[in-house]
């Protein structure tokens, strides 16, 4: 029998939503801030439905293994969501990206972004008891996940391709 478990971590960054979006939808940079992966083995430099990436993902400890990863839907500017995993004992895992932009009376813009997973575990009546444990180290990587994402954003600056570059000068 398999029980689906939930787990998921929220965080308000205080940087614009194109850059969370660009930096979080290059998949070759999950190893900047991602708390779990180790290596990107095979990627794109963006996230497109129906193509996968490989990554080499923390288990515990020094203990890693090769996880794949497949875009289900994308919708611009607010959300992607995958299905893929690869970590022993544990089944299909379903991360969901969310993106919202909040913007304060100063007109100062914030990223609120929520990461969720559902996973499926087939341990019977232990079921309970393992997604229990794994509750926390799940919760705890997505956050280090989200703030490390922060950092990096906060450095990303993005350029709009159809604007001219106001600096340069044409002779």
């Known amino acids: 029998m398999t029980h689906t478990f939930r787990f998921s971590q929220s965080r308000l960054m205080a940087v614009p939503l194109t850059a969370v979006w660009e930096v979080s939808g290059d998949p070759r940079r999950n190893v900047e801030w991602s708390a779990s992966v180790r290596s990107v083995t095979r990627a794109a ?9 490989e ?6 400890g020094p203990w890693t293994c090769r996880t794949t990863w497949t875009p289900v839907a994308i919708d ?3 959300s992607r969501s995958f299905r893929g995993g690869g970590y022993p004992g544990i089944g299909e895992l379903r991360p969901r990206q969310t993106f919202e932009t909040l913007t304060n009376a100063d007109g100062e813009q914030f990223t609120h ?6 996973a499926d575990l ?3 009546r232990l079921s309970s008891l393992v997604a229990s444990a794994l509750r926390s180290t799940f919760v705890n990587e997505i956050r280090e ?19 001219p570059d106001p600096t340069r000068v044409e002779r």
Do not use: K
């Open 45 to 53: 430099d963006h996230y497109a439905v129906g193509e996968s990436i």
């Open 55 to 60: 990554e080499q993902s923390v288990v515990a």
């Open 76 to 78: 611009p500017m607010r």
């Open 113 to 118: 972004v929520t990461y969720a997973i559902e």
């Open 122 to 124: 087939s341990y019977g």
């Open 145 to 163: 996940s989200l703030e490390s994402l922060e950092r990096l954003c906060a450095g990303h600056r993005t350029v709009p391709v159809d604007v």
